[in-house]
């Protein structure tokens, strides 16, 4: 019986060490939301640009066909 008096002790719990977990976990969570708004908007920034460079380019390929 001394065996399963050992089992019973409670399990000390770490709040400290599950609120730095969860603080952690949401830092991350907001971290990946901010580069993925950043992504967006570079990627809309690029494809802007690349539309401004195709027009410009088929304006040149118009007045050199003239």
């Known amino acids: ?3 399963g008096a050992r089992k019973e002790r409670p399990k000390p719990r770490e709040p400290a060490a599950r609120l730095e977990k969860a603080k952690q976990r949401s830092a991350q969570q907001e971290l990946k939301q901010r580069q993925r708004a ?4 570079l ?7 690349e539309q401004q460079q195709f ?3 088929c304006k040149q390929m118009q007045g050199s066909g003239e």
Not at 38 to 41: H, K, L, Q, R
């Open 1 to 3: 019986s001394g065996a």
């Open 38 to 41: 950043e992504i967006y908007a």
């Open 43 to 49: 990627n809309r920034v690029m494809t802007e640009l």
């Open 55 to 57: 027009d410009s380019f």
